[in-house]
């Protein structure tokens, strides 16, 4: 058995029409939606209603971390707009119509934080399925997928922002893993609570990987632990026990999926 699995897409629809090539399945992590482009900031969501030039200055303030500031300049680019949030859906719906068609079956798909996952069941068609909270068997090996980012403590939405990010607590994220029941595989976005997984050393920053599923690895000793999130950790394989945890890759610059094979 052969699977391809790809993880944090952010809109490159071409190459993930070729991710399936030679496989017998395709597994999506999720992050399909390309809303800030750090390589062209004329491309995503943002460069797309703003201009490279207004994005270029939301990343730089992004890289030297200036939080509030860079949070003040991103209100008042929507709130230039008339009605920021019928902009951002059009432009998302515009990506999932392009992205979906794109998937080749049978493709199982989970959402990243960086998508909307009320509109996915609109695009999932014919060999193409939408799994979050959910388990499935693939090659005689059971499946189970878990969507979504973990909410940072602190976090707070913004009244009538254009769009949310795909966020859990860690209890809410930790109840849909223990929804599964035991599985060969443990699909996620994001991944375990591992320093060497959650370092992005590029970034210079940890992202927040899942203690919740850190504990599912450690119990239930998975074959694998698959994920993305991290665009360039620190390391892109740990093993935790019997499990072999990856980093599928970030597959908008790299074109190339991750091969499972059994």
Request: glycine fraction near 10%; include cysteine.
């Amino acid at each position: 058995m052969r699977v391809h699995v790809v993880s944090d897409v952010h809109g490159n629809a071409e190459a993930l029409a070729r991710a399936g090539d030679g496989a017998d399945a395709l597994v999506v992590l999720g992050d399909l939606v390309d809303f800030v482009d750090y390589y062209d900031h004329g491309k995503g969501i943002l460069g797309r209603v703003f201009g490279a030039e207004k994005v270029g200055v939301f990343a730089r303030m992004r890289r030297e971390r200036m939080s509030a500031e860079t949070a003040r300049y991103v209100r008042a680019l929507w709130d230039s707009l008339d009605d920021a949030a019928a902009v951002v859906r059009e432009a998302v719906l515009e990506q999932y119509a392009e992205l979906f068609s794109a998937m080749s079956a049978p493709t199982y798909a989970t959402p990243g934080n960086v998508d909307s996952p009320e509109l996915w069941p609109r695009f999932a068609h014919d060999g193409v399925h939408v799994l979050d909270g959910a388990s499935t068997v693939i090659g005689g090996l059971r499946f189970g997928f878990v969507g979504g980012a973990l909410l940072s403590k602190g976090f707070v939405r913004r009244p009538n922002a254009p769009w949310y990010p795909y966020l859990r607590t860690e209890e809410e994220f930790g109840a849909a893993l223990a929804g599964l029941g035991e599985v060969d595989v443990l699909c996620t976005h994001v991944p375990p609570a591992v320093a060497e997984l959650t370092y992005d050393v590029v970034a210079r920053r940890p992202e927040l990987g899942s203690t919740s599923l850190l504990k599912v690895i450690e119990r239930d000793r998975p074959r694998w632990s698959l994920f993305g999130h991290v665009h360039q950790p620190m390391a892109r394989r740990v093993r935790i026990g019997w499990t072999e945890c990856v980093n599928v890759g970030h597959f908008q610059r790299s074109g190339t999926p991750h091969v499972l094979r059994w």
